[in-house]
Nanobody, 124 residues
Framework: QEPLVESGGGLVKAGGSLRISCRATGRTFGRYAMAWFRQAPGKERDFVAG????????SYEDSVKGRFTISRNGAKNTVFLQMNSLYPEDTAVYYCATRPHEVVFRTLRDYPTWGRGIQVTVSS
């Protein structure tokens, strides 16, 4: 069973909105951080947003500030990424990841557990 399962991706027009979700299928989060990364074709996987599970502190990459919102539902072991005012440049595979510490880091190596990723495509 995959530890993290993403859902909600798809195709949306520029300026539109989309919400993607990541559900933990096993353990509860406790003092963990959850994050979303994304990878566009031919590019590296980059940090998008993260949240500390118990304290709710958030962190965003500059290009998504004011447009994306990360949140979590403890009862459902799920983290969400609400994406508004989408641009074609937001097109990527979005990955959910978790690390066993409360502080949100922005580097891939700090996250030992990953989902398989979900495609988000923004058409112009």
């Amino acid at each position: 069973q995959e530890p993290l399962v993403e859902s909600g991706g798809g195709l949306v027009k520029a300026g539109g909105s989309l919400r993607i979700s990541c559900r933990a299928t096993g353990r509860t989060f406790g003092r963990y951080a959850m994050a979303w990364f994304r990878q566009a074709p031919g590019k590296e996987r980059d940090f998008v947003a993260g949240i500390g599970w118990s304290n709710g502190s958030t962190s965003y990459e500059d290009s998504v500030k004011g447009r994306f919102t990360i949140s979590r539902n403890g009862a459902k072991n799920t983290v969400f990424l609400q994406m508004n005012s989408l641009y074609p440049e937001d097109t990527a595979v979005y990955y959910c990841a978790t690390r066993p510490h409360e502080v949100v880091f922005r580097t891939l190596r700090d996250y030992p557990t990953w989902g398989r990723g979900i495609q988000v495509t923004v058409s112009s």
